[in-house]
């Protein structure tokens, strides 16, 4: 496993934590408006913020690491399509981070934690972009071709495959058809 690119690991931890981060965002708004919870509770949003922060940070450090070698496979405006995607959403994660401080001030600030909430609900979108962006790159663009050892990447380029077999225990040349 630590053979492969870490980028596409460490991206799934942003995406958990910026979807997770409106929903307690707006659960915890309502519960301390109401008086539920303490204003002290808040400091769950303010971690979730702060872990959707440091992860997208990784992601792209990680993404920036990578490219060099998927541009080798995949043209370079690509590529950059997807990285200013992971980079909005580093400067958003960072934004919401901030934002969520003031959160934890006072009581009678409802409408700053609901403001919290709406962003980062409003901040998924860019989220979902990066994401839709990285599918792109490796399913459509074939990014994940420049981490293939280069016996295999040869059989890619000249359409040389091997395969097994209906009973699992012959390899079969698909040229041999």
């Known amino acids: ?33 109401e008086n539920h919870l303490h204003l002290h509770v808040w400091v769950l949003v303010i971690a979730l913020a702060l872990g959707y922060g440091v992860s997208s940070y990784i992601a792209v450090e ?11 496979v995949v043209s370079e405006k690509v590529i950059e399509e997807h ?16 934002f ?14 609901l403001g919290v909430a709406v962003l980062a609900l409003v ?8 994401g839709h962006t990285g599918g792109k790159l490796v399913y459509q663009y074939g990014a994940a071709n420049a981490h293939l050892p280069a016996k295999q990447q ?5 359409g040389h495959f091997v395969f097994k077999d209906d009973d699992g225990d012959k ?3 698909m040229d041999d058809d």
């Open 100 to 113: 969520s401080l003031a959160g934890l001030y006072r009581k009678d600030l409802h409408a700053v934690r």
């Open 62 to 72: 990680m993404g920036e690491e990578d490219e060099e070698k998927v541009e080798e």
């Open 171 to 173: 390899d079969k040349d």
């Open 123 to 130: 901040a998924v979108v860019p989220l979902v972009d990066a």
């Open 154 to 158: 040869a059989m890619l380029e000249t």
């Open 1 to 33: 496993m630590f053979d492969l690119p870490l980028h596409p690991v460490v991206v799934h931890f942003p995406i958990v934590l910026g979807i997770l981060l409106p929903l307690a965002a707006l659960a915890l708004w309502w519960a301390i408006r």
């Open 83 to 98: 990285e200013e995607a992971g980079e909005l959403i580093l400067w958003t994660s960072g934004g919401l981070f901030l």
